[in-house]
Protein backbone atom coordinates (compact mmCIF):
# COMPACT_ATOMS: atom_id res chain seq x y z
CA UNK A 1 0.00 0.00 0.00
CA UNK A 2 1.05 3.43 -0.99
CA UNK A 3 -0.18 6.71 0.02
CA UNK A 4 0.22 10.40 -0.93
CA UNK A 5 1.84 12.95 1.69
CA UNK A 6 0.85 16.61 1.14
CA UNK A 7 2.90 18.90 3.70
CA UNK A 8 1.47 21.99 4.63
CA UNK A 9 3.30 25.27 6.23
CA UNK A 10 5.57 24.86 8.38
CA UNK A 11 5.55 20.70 7.35
CA UNK A 12 6.09 21.80 3.59
CA UNK A 13 9.12 24.43 4.95
CA UNK A 14 10.30 21.63 6.95
CA UNK A 15 10.04 19.01 4.01
CA UNK A 16 11.49 21.21 0.95
CA UNK A 17 8.48 20.10 -1.18
CA UNK A 18 4.78 20.26 -0.76
CA UNK A 19 4.23 16.70 -1.13
CA UNK A 20 5.85 13.15 -1.43
CA UNK A 21 3.74 10.79 -3.41
CA UNK A 22 3.28 6.66 -3.10
CA UNK A 23 5.19 6.43 0.44
CA UNK A 24 4.63 2.60 1.74
CA UNK A 25 2.71 2.21 4.85
CA UNK A 26 -0.36 0.00 6.14
CA UNK A 27 -0.80 2.60 9.04
CA UNK A 28 -0.52 6.61 9.61
CA UNK A 29 2.20 5.69 11.86
CA UNK A 30 4.61 3.82 9.39
CA UNK A 31 4.03 6.11 5.99
CA UNK A 32 4.63 9.06 8.92
CA UNK A 33 7.79 7.38 9.85
CA UNK A 34 8.80 6.54 6.15
CA UNK A 35 8.36 10.31 5.42
CA UNK A 36 10.65 11.05 8.60
CA UNK A 37 13.38 8.58 7.44
CA UNK A 38 13.38 10.56 4.03
CA UNK A 39 13.33 14.11 5.43
CA UNK A 40 14.39 14.12 8.88
CA UNK A 41 13.35 17.92 9.40
CA UNK A 42 9.96 16.70 9.59
CA UNK A 43 10.37 15.25 12.97
CA UNK A 44 9.65 17.70 15.36
CA UNK A 45 6.58 18.95 13.35
CA UNK A 46 4.83 15.71 12.73
CA UNK A 47 4.96 15.24 16.55
CA UNK A 48 2.66 18.07 17.31
CA UNK A 49 1.20 18.27 13.91
CA UNK A 50 -2.62 16.75 12.94
CA UNK A 51 -2.50 13.87 10.43
CA UNK A 52 -5.48 13.66 8.38
CA UNK A 53 -6.39 10.89 5.56
CA UNK A 54 -8.56 11.94 3.09
CA UNK A 55 -9.68 14.50 4.90
CA UNK A 56 -10.39 12.97 8.19
CA UNK A 57 -8.17 13.47 11.34
CA UNK A 58 -6.77 10.33 12.78
CA UNK A 59 -4.27 8.91 14.67
CA UNK A 60 -1.11 6.74 14.04
CA UNK A 61 -2.93 3.41 14.22
CA UNK A 62 -5.23 4.74 11.42
CA UNK A 63 -4.93 2.22 8.53
CA UNK A 64 -4.07 4.07 5.45
CA UNK A 65 -5.97 2.37 1.76
CA UNK A 66 -3.81 2.01 -0.95
CA UNK A 67 -3.48 5.77 -3.09
CA UNK A 68 -4.95 7.59 -0.36
CA UNK A 69 -3.83 11.22 1.00
CA UNK A 70 -1.97 11.81 3.77
CA UNK A 71 -2.12 15.04 4.93
CA UNK A 72 0.45 17.00 7.88
CA UNK A 73 -1.33 20.04 9.37
CA UNK A 74 1.07 21.61 12.19
CA UNK A 75 -0.61 24.19 14.43
CA UNK A 76 -0.79 27.37 13.49
CA UNK A 77 -2.09 30.87 14.45
CA UNK A 78 -3.67 33.13 12.67
CA UNK A 79 -5.29 36.59 13.38
Do not use: I, K, Q
Amino acid sequence: MAATVRYWAGARAAAGVSEDPAVPGALVGEVVDAVVARRPALAEVVAVASLLVDGRRVGRDAPVPDGAVLEVLPPFAGG
